[in-house]
């Protein structure tokens, strides 16, 4: 069982920057690629950054060049360092880890004001 704790989230100006932070615990040895979803108000969620216990990284066009992802693996956290942001980028920022299952966060609200 892997437990996933979000933080970082809160209110921003357009153009600000915002660092989430995901802390996993428990079988964190299992996890495997970790990610960042979101979903905003009466939309999908959707996959914004995803990164593989490798390294690589995958990203959405709608953040690609704005938000880089990253972990530290002896930690057991994740980042994701949100810049030029913008009002669309509001939504449940959801922390993500594939081990023996799926894994998910309780989400962490990112308010974005032009």
């Known amino acids: 069982q892997v437990h996933l704790v979000e933080s970082g989230g809160g209110l921003a100006q357009a153009g600000g920057s915002l660092r989430l932070s995901c802390v996993a615990s428990g079988s964190t040895f299992s996890i495997t690629t970790m990610g960042w979803y979101r979903q905003a108000p009466g939309k999908q969620r959707e996959l914004a950054a995803r990164i593989s216990s490798g390294g690589i990284t995958n990203y959405a066009d709608s953040v690609k060049g704005r938000f880089p992802i990253s972990r530290d693996n002896a930690k057991n956290t994740l980042y994701l360092q949100m810049n030029s942001l913008k009002p669309e980028d509001t939504a449940v920022y959801y922390c993500?880890?594939?081990?023996?299952?799926?894994?998910w966060g309780q989400g962490t609200q990112v308010t974005v004001s032009s």
């Open positions: 993500h880890a594939v081990g023996s299952r799926l894994y």
